[in-house]
C-alpha cells in the first residue's frame, strides 16, 4: 500500500483509531455460542466458517454502525454520512484486481522491450518508448504478461514469448517504430506551428529606420616640425 500523509484540517486521515478486534471481541464474540474468553477451557466449536460469517456481517452493517458512540458524539454510519466524503472507487472490476491482485515495479524499456525476473517481455507499442522509465504491474501467479503505464497512463499489455508462445516479427518492429516517431514528429510540428502564431500576434512594431549616419572623418594628423 501506498503511504499518504493526511492534509492539514483533514483529520480523517489520522483521526482516532479504534480497537477493533477488542470491540469485536467485546460486542460480538462474547455473545456468540462456543466463545472461549482467554484463560479458560476451550469449548467445542459450534458456528461453521459460513454461518459465523453471515452473523458477523449482520451484527457489522445492521448493529455496530447503528450504535451510538459518545466518543464521536453519535453513530459510525451517521458521522459517516454527515462528512460528505466520497470514496475513489475503480470503474471496473478489472481495475480493482488491476489494484488489489498485482505488483508495481519501475522498470526502462529497451531496445528488445522490458527485461524482469529473468525474462523479456515486449509489444509493438514499446518501440516507441525506448530508453523510458516505466511503471509495470504484474501478477505473480500469472508472469505471462505484464501492464506498462507511462506518466499514469496505461500504455498496453506486453507478452513474454517463451511463456505465451506469441511472436512479434521484426518487420512489425519496424513499422511500430516508424508510426511512433510520425507521431512524436507531428506533434512537434504542431507545437512549433503554434509558437510560431503566438509569436507573430504578440510581435512588436517594427522601429522606424534611423537616418544614415554621416561618413567617419580621418583622423587629424599632427603638424610636424621640419627638424623632426
Not at 25 to 41: A, I
Not at 52 to 73: C, G
Not at 144 to 157: L, M, N, V, W, Y
Request: include cysteine; hydrophobic fraction near 40%; charged fraction near 25%.
Amino acid at each position: 500500500m501506498e503511504l499518504i500523509f493526511s492534509q492539514f484540517g483533514a483529520p480523517r486521515g489520522r483521526g482516532k483509531i479504534e480497537r477493533f478486534f477488542s470491540t469485536v471481541n467485546q460486542l460480538f464474540l462474547s455473545h456468540q455460542p462456543g466463545y472461549s474468553p482467554p484463560g479458560s477451557k476451550e469449548g467445542a466449536a459450534i458456528l461453521t466458517l459460513p454461518a459465523f460469517e453471515i452473523q458477523f456481517r449482520a451484527w457489522l452493517l445492521e448493529d455496530y454502525h447503528y450504535r451510538s458512540q459518545k466518543e464521536i458524539n453519535g453513530a459510525p454510519q451517521a458521522r459517516w454520512e454527515a462528512g460528505g466524503f466520497l470514496p475513489r472507487m475503480p470503474e471496473s472490476q478489472e481495475q480493482l484486481d488491476l489494484l488489489l491482485l498485482t505488483v508495481a515495479k519501475v522498470r526502462r524499456v529497451h531496445q528488445d522491450g522490458i527485461r524482469f525476473q529473468g525474462f523479456r517481455y515486449f509489444d509493438l507499442t514499446l518501440a516507441g518508448y525506448v530508453g523510458a522509465d516505466v511503471l509495470i504491474r504484474y501478477d505473480p501467479l500469472d508472469m505471462a504478461e505484464i501492464r506498462i503505464f507511462h506518466q499514469d497512463s496505461f500504455i498496453c499489455r506486453a507478452v513474454c514469448q517463451e511463456l505465451s508462445g506469441q511472436t512479434i516479427s521484426l518487420k512489425e518492429i519496424i513499422q511500430a517504430r516508424s508510426q511512433r516517431r510520425k507521431e512524436v514528429q507531428a506533434g512537434i510540428s504542431e507545437r512549433a506551428a503554434i509558437v510560431e502564431r503566438f509569436l507573430s500576434v504578440h510581435q512588436p512594431d517594427p522601429l522606424p529606420p534611423r537616418e544614415a549616419a554621416p561618413p567617419p572623418q580621418p583622423p587629424h594628423r599632427l603638424k610636424r616640425y621640419l627638424n623632426e
